[in-house]
């Protein structure tokens, strides 16, 4: 596809989503290499409006702070992996989108895994659930107890009694230590 069906291409992938003008200027602003790249990556991901203005967002963001280019970022093992790794369109683009949100913030990313390591650590009954905010800015976790026996409430109240200092340190690190 030469430069030109390129960015027409763009524009009516553009305006078939209703791309917001800025985020359709960050596209073509790329150059052509990335902008194919990417057009493809929509076309099979079937990538949707917000989801591309994040991912154009991102890679933006990621190729400054970063010194490399868009292309490089698209074709790095994180990004390809996260697509290849099978599944329907848009499980793979969360995938894809959760690894550039990685690769922008890495300490975040590390910080998470190192979190829900040490919540799988714990050893929970099934009926027990531990889960850390969609976004490690807040400071909450969510603990679900599902129970439909004596037994299982007796069960799911003594696993948390045995693993709340465990979760103390988990919501320390989250930044909500201080009210435990």
């Known amino acids: 596809m030469s430069a030109a069906e390129t960015e027409t291409a763009i524009r009516r992938w553009a305006a078939d989503k209703h791309l917001p003008d800025a985020a359709l200027a960050r596209w073509l602003a790329l150059d052509e290499p990335a902008r194919a790249a990417l057009l493809a990556m929509a076309r099979e991901l079937r990538l949707r409006t917000a989801q591309l203005a994040n991912t154009l967002e991102i890679l933006e963001e990621i190729a400054l702070r970063e010194n490399r280019s868009v292309m490089s970022i698209l074709e790095s093992e994180h990004v390809r992996g996260a697509i290849a790794a099978g599944g329907p369109a848009p499980a793979r683009a969360s995938r894809m989108l959760a690894a550039l949100h990685a690769m922008r913030f890495p300490r975040l990313s590390r910080i998470r895994g190192e979190l829900e390591a040490g919540i799988r650590a714990l050893g929970l009954p099934p009926n027990v659930r531990v889960r850390l905010p969609r976004e490690l800015s807040s400071d909450e976790l969510t603990l679900e107890l599902r129970v439909s026996t004596r037994g299982e409430l007796e069960e799911g109240l003594k696993a948390l009694d045995r693993i709340g200092p465990e979760l103390a ?11 435990v």
């Open 169 to 179: 340190c988990i919501l320390e690190r989250l930044g909500g230590g201080d009210e």
